[in-house]
């Protein structure tokens, strides 16, 4: 349903951006419409997120042009954008994670009193914001201690303290439980019937078909594709995005599971910044070689703090980790990947990747022991084992020695899987392994974790999103508040996993 205005707010034509020698948009042609959402899909590296920030002041065009309610406009920074009424969402969040929610709120736009920055008054602005996003948390508390999902919610309400006109939206609910995003659409919808325009891009294919009024699909930095909600689905996008179906892949079969590889007996783990409540508690679980077993909950439900405590991180308190019948005390986490324990986090840019180094070193990084020749790191060796990790998890790049940022989020996802892949291990646990990546990355990324599973390893990957555990799992792990709420096998089904983890069943 669109909103009550619908007039052309803003308008790119022919725009063109060259970096060196790669053009990444080809004359894109763009209009964003008051008071509706206009979604953008596309795969990684299609354009999307180049053509937002040139919109937003970022970037600016190689060529074309920009016009603002008619009128030709050049956006030399995003302080200039933001004054003309246009604010973007990151995928990647930018908070300073030392500072409190009340100062990214207001950073660099902090509201002054009599005597400087007035604390109260900001603080009691924040509190209003958290309140529409139905949010409870202190102003004063620090990003730092929160989760990505409640980090989200900062960076939304920070781009929501401006007055703005233009709304960007890259990958809002990428780490947004459901629930969540129920708050974030009826909020989109206060905003459009208010004549403010929104531009959403997703990744959640189905999720994003709910709130669009109008969508553009992107493929190889050329519009593909435009359309009103009345007459796309799902099939239509995925069409226009990569040619085929949906399709993640099922379970491997044709083997039989080998010998138990992780054992966990009654884990209580305690919530590191309240010792004296448990983010897990009494979890058991056997997972065996070959074996994939998805972990599915809401945010908060604890997945995230069990994949870590059976990583090394977490304060575990009580209970048992067995790797391959030997028990793990208080192992580092480099000593238990040494053991053949791999994680891939939750936020690949702040915990799976050195956003200094090429792809290469960020391949090799936890392999280096085995590349030490005479007392030094064999150069040789490196190159080597990057060029096969590269081969192997099929990153698509120039080589190993191009920067990690050039690479579009589904590739640096590949990345941090290579190098779990080349620690060479016995189990492999994923905390939301498809967060922020398109259709065609998805199904690449399971296609990998099927591999390992056909080589023996064990593999446990966590997901907020019911289509994937309905994919390539063996086994449906479901989670709530901290403890297993639900198990399932080939009995699976969208309905039976929400309503185990107490999420509400669309009727």
Known sequence: MTGAFDAVVLEARNIVKNYGGVEALKGV????????VTTLFGENGAGKSTLMKILSGVEQPTSGEILLDGEAVEFGSTAEATARGISIIHQELSLAPNLSVRDNIFMGRELHGSFGVDFAKEAEAARELLRGLQ????????????RVGQQQIVEIARALSVNSRILIMDEPTSALAATEVEVLFGLIRDLTARGVAIVYISHHLEEALEITDHAVVLRDGSMTARGERSDIDLEWIVHHMVGDHYDLGTPPTGYDFGEPVLQVSNLRVIDSMNH?????????????????????????????????????????ESGEIRLSGELLKRQTIAERIDMGVGLVPEDRQRDG?????????????????GLIVNGFLSRKAEHKMSVDLIDRVTVKTQGPGLHIGSLSGGNQ???VIGKVVGTKPRLMLLDEPSRGIDVGAKGEVFRLLTERAREGVAVVFSTSEVAECLSIAHRVIVMRKGRISAEFGSDATKATIMAASGEAVAA
């Open 276 to 316: 004296e409540r448990a983010v897990v508690d009494g979890m058991n679980l056997e997972v065996r070689a070959g074996e994939i077993v998805c972990i599915y909950g809401l945010m908060g439900a604890g997945r995230t703090e069990f994949l870590e405590a059976i990583a090394g991180k977490g304060v575990v």
């Open 353 to 369: 990747l050195v956003q200094t180094f090429d792809v290469g070193k960020n391949l090799t990084l936890s392999s280096l022991g």
């Open 135 to 146: 949010f409870d948390v202190d102003p004063g508390t620090l990003v730092s201690g929160l």
């Open 413 to 415: 996802q590949k990345v």
């Open 29 to 36: 042609n763009f209009e964003i419409r008051q008071g509706t």
